[in-house]
């Protein structure tokens, strides 16, 4: 599953926001090639992100927008729980709306969702088979006119749905879809998703990699038992021992019980690394990691950034938020990174870079922070009174 575009109005700080992942510059970059939809297809879309801004600026309720979206498609009923419906919108007397453009394999479909008084007011998707000749205009113009596969109104319906989709519910044809359909994501203030078992190439590959990471730690080994007939078996559970001799036992491979004895650098990396094994089982998902490397070297984050976006496959989609500025001197193309900002009237936006800069510079950064693309916030009005508390 690929998304092409995200837009939606009153939901959380949004309004009238629209997220493109498609572009059309040229770009020679190795991390680019496989952008294309498919082999052939004119049409570019980003699927290695990087994602920067202030705090507040979105990066996070973006990663939830999506969240929620994905749950939506999944049959989920979103009246409440972490991503509900009532809880994201914005102004509880008006609708609340999104769209959503995404592919799976040869096939484009457009999602519409309007939701009045806390439940869903009209629903509608339309689907597109994509061409090899399509640019994304025309695709986009095809899937507006295309086949619509299902279609809710509330008032024609006379029936009350909650926030769950009707069209996902009732058509054959998307409920199997639904089995093509994949997501992962990792959240920035919500537990860690260290629970995610660790086969035994992983537990080698962590062995090699964490003491690498943390050099207190000698080894990792898979916990092995005797059982009732007295030969080995193997467990979810793993140890870490230390060069003080102390051994740490992952209880079925759940690091969150275990977090007082690591550092948070160290405790992120094992989290992080379980991110590769699910990069090599889930080839078709949409990933989203919220700041989960803030505790690590800068050096570390984007070195395990990279090895992600190079091992992950062409028909997956990965999202990284970061507040690090020294990321975009990460060897990867421009059009790998958005950037989220707040415009003054309170509301999230979305800058992209590529279009602001139309060349292939290489001082990102120095753009980055010298504000060239007024993402940065504006301190300068602390200073009065921060003066006037010094004079105290």
Known sequence: MIILRVA???FYMFKNFEVDFTYERKSNHYISENDRLFAGSKIKVRKNLIVMGANVSGKTTFGKLLCMILNFIYGKDLGDGSFSIPSARYDKFKDSSFEVEFVIEDTAYLLKACFRNDSLYTEEIFRQKIYKSYNIQTLRKKLAEGDTIEKYDSVKNLFDIGCKSYAFASSKELRDLRKKIGFWFSFSELPLNSSTYLGETNIEFLNNVLPKIDNSVISVKRLIVEGEDGESVKTKSYQITFKNNE????????LRRCGDRLSH???EAIDFLCLFNELNEKTTHLFYIDERLSHMHSELEAYLMYQAFSKKSSDSQIFFTTHNAELLELNAP???????RRSEEGFNEVIYPSEVLH???RNLRMHYENDYFGVLPDYSVLDKFLEERNND
């Open 8 to 10: 939606c109005d009153n």
């Open 247 to 254: 051994i740490l036992t992952v209880p079925d491979g759940d």
């Open 265 to 267: 650098g160290t405790f």
């Open 334 to 340: 421009i059009t790998s990174f958005l950037f989220f």
């Open 359 to 361: 060349k292939n510079i």
